[in-house]
């Protein structure tokens, strides 16, 4: 016998099926790669696009900001430029480089096709600020690179001190950075 307490425990199972299926997403590989083919990403994802290797460096001093480095590549056959970044946790993130001791706000990257660029000290990195609490190191996060027209590429940060795993060279990373100068910055 079929009843009204029958059809709605099954249209209430049915959404559930259907809810679950729509949680799938793209899994990193042991590397901690974010890439996939474009309709495992969903339809943000920015075709031919991936990133790995990505982890968050928390500051020594808790007030201050977080630098994020990362491998990103662009196996497409047309450039690509990253335009924002987004990470959960902090209330913002600027892409900068550092040339010849001074750290700039970038406004834009551009990737060739074929080509990869390394976010790293010394070089190419993303600041991430006014850290929440809850971001701790042996943890994860996640970074959202958002390209020019929309398109979006997601993946995990692992989290670390500063000095676990870093170059050996203190002159590469933010922490050698003259701190007066990281002030005098607009954010």
């Known amino acids: 016998m079929f009843t009204h307490k029958n059809a709605a425990f099954s249209a209430l199972s ?3 099926l259907a809810l679950a ?10 590397q901690g790669s974010a890439s996939a083919p474009a309709e495992a990403l969903g339809p943000d994802a920015k075709p ?19 630098a994020v480095y990362f491998t990103f590549t662009n196996a497409s056959d047309a450039p690509v430029e990253l335009a924002a970044i987004h990470i959960a ?4 993130a600027e892409m900068h480089k550092t040339e010849g001791g001074q ?20 070089g190419l990195h993303v600041m991430a600020f006014d850290l929440d609490d809850s971001l701790k190191s042996g943890g994860t996060t996640e970074m959202t ?14 989290i670390e001190k500063m000095g676990a795993g870093m170059h050996a060279d203190a002159s590469m990373d933010h922490g050698a950075m003259d701190h007066e100068a990281m002030d005098g910055m607009e954010h």
């Not at 991936?50 to 001093?61: E, Q």
């Not at 690179?145 to 692992?158: C, H, N, Q, V, Y």
């Open 48 to 66: 031919g696009t991936s990133a790995k290797a990505g982890r968050m460096i928390l500051p020594v001093v808790a007030d201050r900001p977080a």
């Open 89 to 92: 946790g902090a209330d913002s």
């Open 21 to 30: 299926g729509c949680q799938q997403s793209a899994e990193p590989d042991a």
């Open 145 to 158: 690179i958002t390209f020019e027209g929309g398109d979006k590429l997601s993946m995990p940060l692992a």
């Open 103 to 122: 750290m700039r706000a970038v406004e834009r990257v551009a990737v060739d096709a074929g080509k990869s660029v390394a976010f790293a000290p010394g």
């Open 14 to 16: 049915l959404g559930l």
